[in-house]
């Protein structure tokens, strides 16, 4: 079973960054799929970015393109998720998760393990 363990979420201004991370104690990540989702109060969870361990091609959303960078460090066996210009709707829950077959997908129905959430709100 491989457990995802988020960080770095936060309280943060409009405007402002934050970088998440997701770690796999005792796995290795480069062998994953891995994306980042999120989910905000009474809505369904959403795909933000992904990125697939053969070539690092990633895949964004719209709502963050240009503002959301998503990479892997194999050495550290995490991926990041560097948010910039956030603004409030980027309030929500994030998600990593991932999955051995390589398709970059951002439907949650595709991941097979998930962490536990890092609260992530943008408020002035």
């Known amino acids: 079973q491989v457990q995802l363990v988020e960080s770095g979420g936060g309280l943060v201004q409009p405007g402002g960054s934050l970088r998440l991370a997701c770690a796999a104690p005792g796995f290795t990540l480069n062998s994953y799929v891995i994306a980042w989702f999120r989910q905000a109060p009474g809505k369904e969870r959403e795909g933000v970015s992904c990125?697939?361990?053969?070539?690092?091609?990633?895949y964004y959303a719209d709502s963050v393109k240009g503002r959301f960078t998503i990479s892997r460090d194999n050495a550290k066996n995490t991926v990041y998720l560097q948010m910039n210009s956030l603004k409030p709707e980027d309030t929500a829950v994030y998600y990593c998760a991932a999955d051995p077959r390589p398709s970059l997908s951002l439907l949650a129905v595709w991941y097979a393990y998930w962490g536990q959430g890092t609260q992530v709100t943008v408020s002035s």
């Open positions: 990125i697939i361990s053969s070539d690092s091609s990633t």
